[in-house]
């Protein structure tokens, strides 16, 4: 077949990983992206890009450089027209493939450089630190860059309900996610324990042998299951390896750009790797107006869109990888996508082991699918990004041939807002019975309970939330399964047995 010109490839990635203890010599995060990017131009088998019409920047927690993307641009001395940057969002890497590709199709840009990065290991341990890196702070350059373009959606999702009880954390919110699964099975919490354990050993496995992995080594159910001095409970019923692991320095970096700019720039055919088509969509945007805690609608509603622009059911895909930050995560993944979690649900070993440099993760993700997209040219590869609180979604499905009729997107947002949503009452308006629907039991660095957060439904079918410091309450949480018991609240919004 002929293929249109502005049929958008990728044709570069890379993936870097700093295990540097000597600060004095740690790269920084804009380091770490401009090496990603020279990496990913090397592998399209080029010297030159030429003029590069957008350089986007996954907005980075350890980064302090103003506009990243100039900065890059000017490490490498690059001819980059616009500089963009993200809000955050693990969902963004995969948006920004889908976006840009949509760009590309239009005929606004040619080429686009996408590229993500932490320095969180490095930066932590300089703040522990005399050695202060010259890159903790913004480079004196920096502050003439202009503003960087805002590329990508901001999303609010936190309800007042919850930041009136500092309900707010990745790891308060996705353990209450478990809870309410484990209760929906029926599982005892030593079986669910079992279960989730197993899951994790096995995208262990899978890091073990991805050389661009943070930590490459194998763990077994039992080690992972098990509170250690080493692997602490941190939000029960997660230990700490069963959690993202943000304490990296990575970064990873794409190139899409045109068929036509591919062929002018003599970029060797098995180097391509065709996205072929992408949705984004996102649940309610708080956690408070959500029917269920083991529910994602807007999961399901985006992998069936994307299975109508592809013709391919998710399950039908050689290479699978679904955003890992915490067990609760995949398991609502491949509930919602028709997946069992028996399957290979990862590329690269997951965020806890592969490693979860903040917002930028799924760029790994996306790198080493087209590793082994372009490794097996017949194969197919399907990534499903997610932020927040299981709630931002950006689904893509690539292959090393064109898709027949060109890069198709589209989102089922209307479907989605048009769902029930629950009402939530305030603390004022929750005094007295309720039913527990899901909860967390955050753990001091002792490894001692400390502080319950639940959602509970009241009896008129509101949510409210709770939280209580009451120790030996949080024991008994940890130890059988309180998932629709009932229960009180004061008028401190506090949980009573």
Request: glycine share 8%; with cysteine.
């Amino acid at each position: 077949m002929t293929l249109d010109p502005r049929t958008p490839v990728l044709v570069g990635q890379a993936q870097i990983s700093q295990h540097q203890d000597d600060l004095s010599i740690a790269l920084g995060p804009t380091q770490l992206m401009a090496q990603a990017v020279s990496a990913a131009i090397s592998d399209a088998g080029v010297s030159s890009l030429g003029t590069i019409d957008a350089l986007h920047v996954l907005r980075s927690l350890s980064n302090r450089e103003p506009n990243p993307g100039r900065s890059i641009a000017r490490e490498l001395g690059l001819d980059v027209r616009i500089t963009g940057l993200t809000p955050h969002g693990g969902n963004l890497p995969q948006s920004l493939v889908n976006y840009s590709a949509l760009a590309i199709a239009r005929g606004e840009i040619d080429m686009v450089v996408l590229t993500g990065g932490e320095a969180s290991r490095s930066r932590r341990r300089a703040k522990q630190s005399e050695v202060q890196p010259q890159w903790i702070n913004a480079s004196p350059e920096s502050l003439a860059d202009e503003t960087p373009m805002a590329v990508g959606d901001e999303l609010v999702m936190n309800h007042e309900a919850e930041l009136a009880l500092k309900i707010a954390l990745p790891i308060q919110i996705y353990p209450m996610f478990e809870t309410a699964l484990r209760a929906a099975a029926q599982r005892s919490v030593q079986d669910h324990q079992q279960l989730i354990s197993e899951l994790w050993s096995r995208f262990s496995n899978v890091a073990e042998s991805n050389p661009n992995a943070w930590l490459r080594r194998s763990y077994t159910p039992e080690q992972i299951r098990t509170a250690s001095p080493t692997n602490r409970m941190i939000g029960f019923p997660y230990t700490k390896l069963m959690n993202s692991n943000n304490d990296v320095d990575m970064s990873a970096a794409l190139i899409l750009c045109s068929v036509e700019r591919a062929t002018a720039l003599g970029i060797a055919r098995d180097k391509w790797v065709f996205p072929q088509a992408g949705t984004d969509c996102h649940e309610h945007n708080f956690i408070s107006h959500r029917w269920s805690f083991t529910d994602t609608p807007a999961i399901r509603l985006g992998g069936k869109q994307l299975q109508l622009l592809t013709g391919k059911q998710t399950s039908e895909y050689d290479f699978i990888d679904l955003y890992s930050c915490f067990p609760s995560a995949v398991q609502l993944g491949a509930q919602s996508l028709g997946l069992s979690l028996n399957q290979q649900l990862t590329q690269t070993g997951g965020l806890s082991f592969a490693g979860g440099p903040f917002n930028n993760y799924v760029m790994h993700a996306i790198a080493t699918t087209m590793h082994k997209v372009r490794e097996q040219p017949q194969a197919h590869g399907f990534v499903w990004a997610n932020g927040g609180y299981a709630t931002k979604h950006a689904f893509g499905a690539y292959a090393a041939t064109p898709p027949q009729n060109g890069f198709a997107h589209s989102s089922p947002q209307d479907q989605i807002d048009a769902l029930p949503k629950r009402q939530v009452a305030n603390i004022a308006e929750a005094v007295g019975p309720a039913k527990l629907e899901a909860y967390s039991v955050m753990h001091g660095r002792d490894g001692n309970p400390e502080t319950i957060c639940a959602s509970v439904i009241l009896p008129d079918s509101r949510r409210a939330w709770a939280t209580s410091n009451d120790a030996q309450l949080a024991t008994e949480m940890c130890e059988r399964e309180w998932v629709g018991v009932p229960v009180r609240l004061d008028d401190m919004g506090t949980l009573l047995a």
